[in-house]
């Protein structure tokens, strides 16, 4: 009998623990340290920002992207990868370096808070790039953007891959030759990026990028 009581003593020691340790862990993922990034401290911290990308995250220049309603994940990868060099551009390497884990969280909070300013399309090129986009190129085997963009280039929070739509075409064109050329890298070792753009031509690229431009999240 007593070895019976201890047995379900320690059963039930193992339930209470097993269940504590559960809710500790819940709590630790609610606490400010685990809550992610902040928009309030983000707007503060993007005062500097504001020049290229604008106050509200819209940029005005179509050489520098927009990142209003970008997604958090995509703009923390994205500033990790300019701060380690594995991005390569003056003015943000510049910037990021600067920049600690909470800023990047912060400032990706405020981003993506944002809404992004609609854009319209070159409807001389809508037509082929929404087919590009839609359908890729099977002969020389592009698969299509929205298959990993999304099909209204919302992007993929989970992935960390980007949205797209109402990017400036200017700077998805250049972003795109950038894998092309190979001096853009962030594609990670699947190279899908960098695979994918060596199959575009200089037509396409212009075309699909005018088409995500026109596109509302």
Same mark, same amino acid.
């Given at each position: =009998?007593?070895?019976?009581?201890?047995?379900?003593?320690?059963?039930?020691?193992?339930?209470?623990?097993?269940?504590?340790?559960?809710?500790?862990?819940?709590?630790?993922?609610?606490s /400010?340290?685990? &809550?992610?990034?902040?928009?309030?401290?983000?707007?503060?911290?993007?005062?500097?920002?504001?020049?290229?990308?604008?106050?509200?995250?819209? +940029?005005?220049? /179509?050489?520098?992207?927009?990142?209003?309603?970008?997604?958090?994940?995509?703009?923390?990868?994205?500033?990790? @990868?300019?701060?380690d060099?594995?991005?390569?551009?003056?003015? =943000? #390497?510049?910037?990021?370096?600067?920049?600690?884990?909470?800023? =990047?969280?912060?400032?990706?909070?405020?981003?993506? +808070?944002?809404?992004?300013?609609?854009k319209?399309?070159? /409807?001389?090129?809508? @037509?082929?790039?929404?087919?590009?986009?839609?359908?890729?190129?099977?002969? @020389?085997? !592009?698969?299509?953007?929205?298959?990993?963009?999304?099909? &209204?280039?919302?992007?993929?929070?989970?992935?960390?891959? /980007?949205?797209? &739509?109402?990017?400036?075409?200017?700077?998805?064109? #250049?972003?795109?030759?950038?894998?092309? @050329?190979?001096?853009?890298?962030?594609?990670?070792?699947?190279? =899908?990026?960098?695979? !994918?753009?060596?199959?575009?031509?200089?037509?396409?690229?212009?075309a699909?990028?005018?088409y995500?431009?026109?596109?509302?999240?």
């Amino acid at each position: =009998m007593d070895t019976a009581k201890t047995l379900r003593r320690r059963l039930s020691l193992r339930h209470f623990l097993g269940c504590a340790g559960t809710l500790a862990a819940s709590l630790l993922l609610l606490s /400010p340290a685990h &809550a992610g990034g902040s928009a309030e401290a983000g707007q503060a911290r993007a005062i500097v920002c504001a020049a290229c990308h604008g106050v509200d995250g819209n +940029s005005f220049n /179509p050489e520098w992207p927009s990142l209003a309603g970008q997604n958090e994940n995509y703009l923390i990868k994205a500033m990790q @990868s300019f701060k380690d060099g594995s991005r390569q551009n003056v003015l =943000m #390497n510049a910037q990021a370096a600067a920049l600690t884990d909470q800023d =990047m969280q912060d400032l990706a909070a405020w981003y993506a +808070s944002q809404k992004l300013a609609g854009k319209t399309a070159d /409807p001389a090129l809508v @037509s082929s790039g929404e087919r590009l986009f839609r359908g890729g190129n099977k002969t @020389s085997g !592009v698969p299509a953007c929205g298959a990993c963009h999304g099909p &209204a280039g919302q992007g993929n929070t989970a992935a960390g891959w /980007p949205a797209i &739509a109402g990017q400036h075409a200017t700077y998805s064109s #250049n972003q795109l030759l950038a894998y092309r @050329s190979k001096q853009r890298a962030t594609d990670g070792d699947s190279q =899908m990026m960098r695979i !994918v753009t060596a199959r575009l031509t200089d037509e396409e690229i212009q075309a699909v990028a005018a088409y995500a431009q026109g596109l509302h999240p």
